[in-house]
């Protein structure tokens, strides 16, 4: 008596999980042909929607089927209908995390070929360093004196020491569009400056081209060293590294 009543409890649970997780989406299938008569009917997913069905029956009956004399089955039903709400969430949980891994994986990855992988041969390039426009003195100021040393150059341009290193993160056709890249440049806050301050400056290549330069003139291994950090911390920047002939 007692088997055959634990069938019976099992048999009506899982009726009323199968209803309660067929209802919703079936009724999703409905909506539209309710909402325009002349559409047809869409019931493309009728097996997906029967083996929900199945599996949230199958949930039902194994959660309620020992306590379902006790309980009013209505309750049973609302608690079926929000089985399908809690699988969902923990679907989208895995793919968030696996997401948020696969994410995590691939930063690690990058950093370590930054790290492990040796910065790519400095192009040999004659460089010239292009000095800021100064303002025009009004009345009779005198110019600064260590302004009056940079300008020695010819055209306000000074010439990078032989052998120096420059790790520039742009390279431009014309001074105007390198120049108004540097002021982008210097309001932007890169992560790589919580490790290596920035003194952006504008360079010109022999071959007419402008780059920016991250920092001034810096040694074989300061440069390597930098061109890694800013690959690591700001992989949105396309460095290079440039040599002075």
Same mark, same amino acid.
């Given at each position: ?13 899982? !009726? ?37 069905? &199945? ?7 194994? %959660?309620?089927? #020992? ?13 079926? !209908? @929000? &089985? ?64 009056? *040393? ?8 000074? $010439?990078?020491?032989? @052998? ?9 056709? @014309?001074?105007? *569009?390198?120049?108004?890249?540097? *002021? ?5 806050? %890169? ?6 301050? /920035? ?18 003139? %810096? ?8 061109? #890694? ?7 949105? $920047?396309?460095? *290079? $590294? $440039?040599?002075? /002939?």
């Amino acid at each position: 008596m007692r088997m055959n009543q634990s069938f019976e409890n099992a048999g009506f649970t899982f !009726l009323i999980g199968f209803l309660a997780g067929v209802s919703p989406f079936l009724f999703m299938q409905l909506l539209p042909a309710m909402l325009s008569p002349s559409q047809a009917l869409p019931f493309r997913n009728y097996v997906a929607i029967l083996v929900t069905g &199945i599996l949230i029956g199958a949930i039902t009956a194994v %959660l309620f089927s #020992k306590t379902f004399n006790e309980r009013d089955p209505r309750d049973v039903f609302l608690t079926a !209908l @929000g &089985i399908p709400a809690i699988l969902i969430a923990t679907v989208s949980n895995i793919s968030t995390r696996s997401e948020a891994l696969h994410t995590v994986n691939q930063a690690s990855a990058a950093a370590s070929n930054a790290v492990l992988n040796p910065p790519p041969a400095a192009e040999p390039v004659s460089l010239e360093v292009v000095a800021p426009q100064q303002p025009k003195p009004q009345g009779r100021r005198l110019v600064s004196p260590a302004w009056a *040393e940079q300008s020695s150059g010819s055209g306000g341009i000074l $010439l990078a020491q032989a @052998g120096a290193y420059f790790v520039v993160i742009g390279k431009y056709e @014309g001074e105007r *569009e390198a120049w108004q890249a540097l *002021e982008q440049l210097r309001q932007d806050r %890169l992560r790589t400056e919580l490790y290596f301050p /920035k003194s952006l400056r504008v360079l010109r290549a022999g071959t007419g081209a402008y780059y920016v330069s991250y920092s001034g003139p %810096l040694s074989q291994e300061e440069a390597g060293k930098l061109f #890694k950090l800013i690959r690591i911390n700001d992989p949105n $920047l396309t460095p *290079e $590294l $440039l040599k002075q /002939k």
